[in-house]
């Protein structure tokens, strides 16, 4: 039978109708098949992203003018919604109806799920861009068919198994990326035979085996290869050496073993990566012919011998990292003026010489560190004409002379480390003015004379370090006016005088060492009220007097050295001196402590008068609340027939809990908790206070019981609400609650490790928590947001997520608890609020919008997983680790542990990258926990190298290389 479109070209040919009037008959119906599809699937999207398509109606005339769409001839032939921020799935999409479509790109979206087979019908498919999304599971073998593409973009996804052999028929692809997923196994041998191939990447992936060595033989027009952050291993494959096109080669952070002299063939070649391998043996002679190289890292490997002696013959050399290998010898004459040069890593190597021959004037050089050499030589003048130097480092050398004060002209100067050298001589003055420097590390050299009181103009310092020198003199006053220092070292010197009282206004002051000096007279009553203190060393100095008062209120100090000095008296109450050792207090004049090796103190008649003084009033006070507690128990028994009828009415929902008995666990609750008694409260926070309490059938619980005034209170109701619908393995259990004017409380399960802020502010416990366990607590609570965030319709957002709210079981694992300023994010709701949330977790945009999202979630938990690395909240010290290029990860980590052993490494710089990408001022810039918690349970890191070298700045950049 014909169809009815049959029928209508019949007859229309018999009536001699020209043949173009059929034709746009039929491309009118398979234009409104074409757009039923795409109805269909918009339908099938987000609630939220359906009014972002608003165009896509059925009274459009035609589907050409929809938001985008492309037609040619007729018929859809682009479909592009890159940026949209649309939620969703392709699998109601009927990629059969679209057989013209030519671009189909959801850049930057976020869809998930799997990629539907059906997506082998867009067999005339050029352009398919689907990065930057969430999609997972596996790459559909049917994606081969598409034998017309020319670019195929999946990185940025979650994809993951093998990648299945999808190149044998695309014969005119020219760009292929799956950059950053969860791929595994060999790359697919038939990419080697795609001879129209101007660019492809995986890196970021789980690859392993060897790279195929015919990867060379057929690619000639191939300018972009890069298999980074994989586990490739065995030798760089020789025909590489034939792809005389290529500029960009990026091997990095893989287990390579040997470098071809083939690679002397890549004239062509602007930038080459191979940082982080098993490199070893010597750079081949041949790495003399890449004149056109700007970008050139080779660091953190095993090579050997001279360094490449034309680096820079081209002069367009921009960036070279050679550190953390094993070059001996001079350093190049053609970096002697290299004026293109940008940054130069050359530390940690055996590299001899004199700096001062080696180096000229460079007008474009930003960061230079040559520390952990053995070089000579002096530091020449000529730095001070590197107008946009922002770091100079050249610490651990032979360097001797003096620092010439023309350093002083680096007003962009950030980071001046010349410690562990040979330098004479004095601070220059004009050294000590320079308006941005936040990190000046002399440290043991030879350095004598006094701090000129120009120091004031340190404003934004924040690592001082002048020890194991001959400074002499007071310490200026002015040092106190450097008011965002954290770290202050002036130990092994000669000052003498008092210590300044001004000191006590640093408040952001971590650690403070005046140890070995000539110091003299009482500690200042300041010094025990630096709020953010963590170790202060005042040893084998002539202080005396008694440690005043003021630090039992230094809550923040965790070491403390007070040895060799002529002290006495009491040692103050606080956590640090009572873990304090004796060699922490020894040779002193007379002190006393509960400290073993120590004498004790001996009460005088003084002190018992001031006993007296306190016991008195307290026992007064103790009797009058005997009197009222016995008053409040005989009223409370005349109305407790009225309580237990209220506790036998579910109608007036006192007490829900289930597969209890509501009237017994009540009584049970009040009887354990001896009605509330403090002796039973184990934890206070703004809302109520937590008791234990041990039921008749040996259940023990946590019970929070709300603060009188907030029994109706909207976060009691949001709490219960929250907990009653969600459940999830990491998000604490509520087990009931009971709302009544006389008790309003909710009752969970009982997590004996207490609460993540607790644990990280004790020491012994904190010790406890190894590298394992804190990233599997910063795993855990992943795991919840993304629950949340990702698997609850509609989404929910925590909006305190803190420390003091997560809470551990035996095993130390997390638990989310606290969802009283909990929110569902409704579709049809703008989602604006008050301000919820605890200040220095909630996320900076809430300073001026009360808009809230899973982004600041996202936030708070980059702060707190910070916080769980470093043992301590980062507080002001977010920024400095941003912006901090040389700040190594080792001195972030929290001190109480060991380093982490190799093995856990790359898992701890894990963390430590993302957290640092969770706090990005703006939340577009910050990756859904969806992205997070997928990284953080399947990511294999390759930083498995020693903790020596590994900087901040490394893992800013660690998924942009």
């Keep these: 039978m014909l169809s009815s479109l049959t029928t209508i070209i019949l007859f229309c040919t018999s009536l001699q109708f020209p043949f173009p009037f059929v034709v746009m008959s039929s491309d009118t119906n398979q234009q409104q098949l074409e757009a039923a599809a795409l109805l269909r699937w918009k339908t099938s999207l987000d609630n939220e992203s359906q009014p972002i398509l608003n165009s896509w109606n059925a009274s459009a005339e035609t589907p050409c003018q929809w938001l985008g769409i492309d037609c040619q001839n007729g018929r859809i032939s682009q479909?592009?919604?890159?940026?949209?921020?649309?939620?969703?799935?392709?699998?109601?999409?009927?990629?059969?109806?679209?057989?013209?479509?030519?671009?189909?790109?959801?850049?930057?979206?976020?869809?998930?799920?799997?990629?539907?087979?059906?997506?082998?019908?867009?067999?005339?498919l050029h352009h398919f861009d689907v990065s930057r999304n969430s999609f997972s599971g596996n790459?559909?073998?049917?994606?081969?068919?598409?034998?017309?593409?020319?670019?195929?973009?999946?990185?940025?996804?979650?994809?993951?198994?093998?990648?299945?052999?999808?190149?044998?028929?695309?014969?005119?692809?020219?760009?292929v990326n799956f950059h950053q997923n969860m791929l595994t196994g060999q790359i697919p041998s038939s990419i080697?035979?795609?001879?129209?191939?101007?660019?492809?990447?995986?890196?970021?992936?789980?690859?392993?085996?060897?790279?195929?060595?015919?990867?060379?033989?057929?690619?000639?027009?191939?300018?972009?290869?890069?298999?980074?952050?994989?586990s490739f291993t065995g030798p760089i494959p020789a025909s590489i050496g034939n792809l005389t096109n290529l500029k960009l080669l990026?091997?990095?952070?893989?287990?390579?073993?040997?470098?071809?002299?083939?690679?002397?063939?890549?004239?062509?070649?602007?930038?080459?990566?191979?940082?982080?391998?098993?490199?070893?043996?010597?750079?081949?002679?041949?790495?003399?012919?890449?004149?056109?190289?700007?970008?050139?890292?080779?660091?953190?490997?095993?090579?050997?011998?001279?360094?490449?002696?034309?680096?820079?013959?081209?002069?367009?050399?921009?960036?070279?990292?050679?550190?953390?290998?094993?070059?001996?010898?001079?350093?190049?004459?053609?970096l002697r003026n290299c004026s293109s040069?940008?940054?130069?890593?050359?530390?940690?190597?055996?590299?001899?010489g004199n700096v001062s021959d080696h180096f000229g004037a460079y007008p474009n050089l930003f960061y230079i560190d040559i520390s952990h050499n053995n070089l000579t030589g002096e530091v020449s003048p000529l730095w001070g004409a590197s107008s946009i130097l922002n770091g100079l480092l050249m610490s651990n050398n032979m360097i001797s002379g003096t620092i010439p004060y023309q350093l002083g002209y680096l007003s962009e100067l950030k980071v001046l480390d010349l410690s562990s050298n040979?330098?004479?001589?004095?601070?220059?003055?004009?050294?000590?003015?320079?308006?941005?420097?936040?990190?000046?590390?002399?440290?043991?050299?030879?350095?004598?004379?006094?701090?000129?009181?120009?120091?004031?103009?340190?404003?934004?310092?924040?690592?001082?370090?002048?020890?194991?020198?001959?400074?002499?003199?007071?310490?200026?006053?002015?040092?106190?006016?450097?008011i965002?220092?954290?770290?202050?070292?002036?130990?092994?010197?000669?000052?003498?005088?008092?210590?300044?009282?001004?000191?006590?206004?640093?408040?952001?002051?971590?650690?403070?060492?005046?140890?070995?000096?000539?110091?003299?007279?009482?500690?200042?009553?300041?010094?025990?009220?630096?709020?953010?203190?963590?170790?202060?060393?005042?040893?084998?100095?002539?202080?005396?007097?008694?440690?005043?008062?003021?630090?039992?209120?230094?809550?923040?100090?965790?070491?403390?050295?007070?040895?060799?000095?002529?002290?006495?008296?009491?040692?103050?109450?606080?956590?640090?001196?009572?873990?304090?050792?004796?060699?922490?207090?020894?040779?002193?004049?007379?002190?006393?402590?509960?400290?073993?090796?120590?004498?004790?103190?001996?009460?005088?008649?003084?002190?018992?008068?001031?006993?007296?003084?306190?016991?008195?009033?307290?026992?007064?006070?103790?009797?009058?609340?005997?009197?009222?507690?016995?008053?409040?128990?005989?009223?409370?028994?005349?109305?407790?027939?009225?309580?237990?009828?209220?506790?036998?009415?579910?109608?007036?929902?006192?007490?829900?809990?289930?597969?209890?008995?509501?009237?017994?666990?009540?009584?049970?609750?009040?009887e354990a908790t001896e009605d509330f008694d403090s002796k039973h409260c184990i934890g206070t926070g703004g809302f109520g206070s937590v008791y234990k309490a041990e039921l008749d059938d040996g259940k023990v619980v946590a019970v929070k019981k709300l603060h009188e005034g907030l029994e109706n209170s909207k976060s009691f109701t949001s709490e219960i609400q929250a907990l009653t619908q969600i459940k999830h393995r990491n998000i604490v259990k509520l087990l009931g609650f009971c709302s009544h004017s006389r008790h309003s409380f909710l009752v969970y399960e009982l997590l004996e490790g207490g609460s993540l802020m607790t644990a990280l502010s004790d020491d012994d416990k904190a010790s406890e928590l190894g590298w394992i366990e804190r990233v599997n607590i910063v795993s855990g609570v992943a795991r919840a947001l993304h629950y949340m965030h990702h698997d609850v319709s509609p989404p929910m957002v925590h909006r305190d997520i803190s420390s003091k709210n997560i809470l551990l079981d035996w095993d130390q694992e997390a638990h989310v608890s606290d969802f009283g300023t909990a929110k569902w994010l409704k579709p049809e709701s703008s989602n604006w609020t008050s301000f919820a949330g605890t200040f220095g977790y909630a996320a900076p945009e809430l300073a001026f919008t009360m808009q809230v999202n899973e982004k600041c979630d996202v936030y708070s938990f980059g702060v707190l997983a910070l916080e769980v690395i470093m043992g301590r909240h980062p507080g002001n010290f977010m920024p400095f680790l941003s912006g901090a290029s040389d700040t190594l990860l080792r001195d972030v980590l929290d001190p109480r542990l060991p380093l982490p052993e190799s093995d856990m490494v790359g898992e701890v710089a894990a963390v430590v990258a993302f957290a640092l990408r969770c706090l990005y001022r703006t939340p577009q810039s910050r990756p859904s926990i969806q992205q997070l918690s997928a990284y953080l349970a399947t990511e294999k890191s390759r930083l498995s190298e020693s903790l020596t070298f590994i900087r901040i700045a490394d893992l800013c950049n660690l998924h942009e290389l």
């Design 79 to 124: 479909l592009n919604l890159s940026h949209k921020g649309i939620v969703g799935t392709l699998h109601h999409l009927d990629f059969s109806s679209l057989p013209h479509l030519i671009t189909f790109d959801l850049y930057n979206n976020s869809f998930y799920d799997t990629l539907p087979p059906a997506l082998g019908n867009l067999t005339k």
């Design 192 to 230: 080697t035979n795609l001879t129209e191939l101007r660019s492809f990447s995986f890196c970021n992936n789980q690859l392993s085996g060897r790279i195929p060595n015919e990867i060379g033989d057929n690619m000639r027009l191939l300018e972009s290869m890069a298999l980074c952050d994989n």
């Design 250 to 334: 990026g091997l990095q952070i893989n287990m390579l073993s040997r470098i071809p002299p083939e690679f002397g063939n890549l004239q062509a070649l602007r930038d080459l990566r191979l940082f982080m391998n098993n490199l070893s043996g010597e750079v081949p002679v041949e790495f003399d012919n890449l004149t056109h190289l700007q970008v050139m890292t080779l660091s953190v490997n095993n090579l050997t011998g001279r360094m490449p002696q034309n680096v820079c013959l081209g002069g367009l050399l921009r960036n070279l990292s050679l550190h953390t290998n094993k070059f001996e010898g001079n350093i190049p004459k053609t």
């Design 422 to 482: 040979r330098i004479v001589g004095t601070l220059p003055t004009s050294l000590i003015s320079l308006p941005l420097l936040y990190r000046l590390k002399v440290n043991d050299n030879k350095l004598h004379g006094r701090i000129p009181v120009e120091i004031r103009n340190l404003h934004d310092i924040r690592e001082l370090s002048l020890a194991g020198n001959d400074f002499d003199g007071a310490i200026p006053i002015e040092v106190a006016e450097c």
């Design 484 to 670: 965002n220092l954290q770290v202050l070292n002036l130990s092994i010197n000669r000052f003498d005088g008092a210590i300044p009282t001004g000191m006590g206004e640093l408040s952001f002051l971590q650690v403070l060492d005046l140890s070995q000096n000539a110091l003299f007279g009482e500690i200042p009553l300041s010094l025990g009220e630096l709020r953010s203190i963590e170790t202060l060393n005042l040893s084998h100095n002539f202080l005396s007097g008694s440690i005043p008062w003021s630090f039992r209120e230094t809550s923040s100090l965790v070491s403390i050295n007070v040895s060799y000095n002529e002290l006495e008296g009491p040692l103050p109450q606080s956590k640090a001196f009572r873990d304090a050792e004796f060699d922490d207090v020894k040779n002193n004049k007379g002190l006393c402590g509960n400290i073993t090796g120590l004498q004790r103190c001996h009460s005088s008649r003084k002190h018992e008068r001031d006993l007296v003084a306190i016991i008195v009033p307290v026992v007064g006070a103790c009797l009058i609340a005997t009197v009222a507690a016995i008053a409040i128990f005989l009223h409370s028994r005349s109305k407790k027939k009225d309580v237990e009828a209220n506790v036998n009415d579910p109608s007036k929902n006192l007490f829900a809990i289930w597969s209890y008995d509501g009237k017994m666990v009540y009584e049970n609750i009040i």
């Design 139 to 175: 790459i559909p073998f049917e994606i081969s068919f598409l034998s017309n593409l020319r670019v195929l973009w999946f990185d940025h996804n979650f994809f993951t198994e093998k990648v299945p052999e999808l190149f044998t028929n695309m014969k005119f692809l020219i760009d």
């Design 341 to 352: 040069l940008y940054t130069l890593l050359l530390y940690g190597n055996n590299l001899t």
